[in-house]
């Protein structure tokens, strides 16, 4: 299990990433913000990701405004926490976004880049935003079988996750 407290090492860029604490959470994230961009979320942290109006606005904040270095997101990666080969998983067969996923301490890590193709997917604001959520969701392992009248109430005031995709990749 991930040491909040440890530097870790961005998996695509090899920058030092930056803690980011999320009050509403109580928890830090690890974001890329001086290389790639990139986000890392270890298994518990992905497991407080269960609810749609959790706000992780200061991941927004430090990743706002910022041009970000490209990487090879086809490149193998090597877990920065316990060591062990990543595997990319594809979240989604039908938008082909992979993550790269350690199997040995269940750490996730989300290329800002997979971000944008989520956001390059979709003609409408509201149907990326819907079906990037839904993505987010399920690399948590949390599965959003349905939008109901509440969720998209929710949406119009975009939580966090709806804020994140709407970034722009440079
Ligand atoms: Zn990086
Ligand atoms: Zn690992």
């Known amino acids: 299990m991930a040491d909040n407290k440890d530097v870790i090492i961005c998996p695509a860029c090899g920058c030092e990433m930056e803690k980011v604490f999320i009050p509403d959470l109580g928890i830090n994230l690890d974001v890329c913000s001086k290389g790639c961009g990139g986000i890392w979320f270890d298994n518990r942290e992905f497991k407080k990701f269960d609810e749609p109006h959790e706000d992780i606005t ?17 490149k193998l990666r090597i877990c920065p926490v316990c060591g062990m080969n990543m595997v990319k998983n594809n979240v989604s067969a039908k938008h082909e976004v992979t993550i790269d996923e350690c199997y ?15 956001r390059s997917q979709y003609n409408t604001e509201e149907e990326r935003a819907a079906d990037a959520i839904r993505e987010l969701y399920s690399l948590a392992g949390v599965e959003l079988t349905a939008f109901t009248d509440e969720y998209e109430k929710r949406m119009e005031n975009p939580s966090m996750l709806t804020r994140l995709i709407k970034l722009k990749y440079k």
């Open 104 to 118: 040995g301490c269940g750490g996730k890590f989300l290329d800002f880049k997979e971000l944008d193709k989520i």
């Open 58 to 74: 200061p991941v927004v904040e430090v990743l706002e405004g910022k041009e970000f270095k490209n990487v090879d997101d086809d």
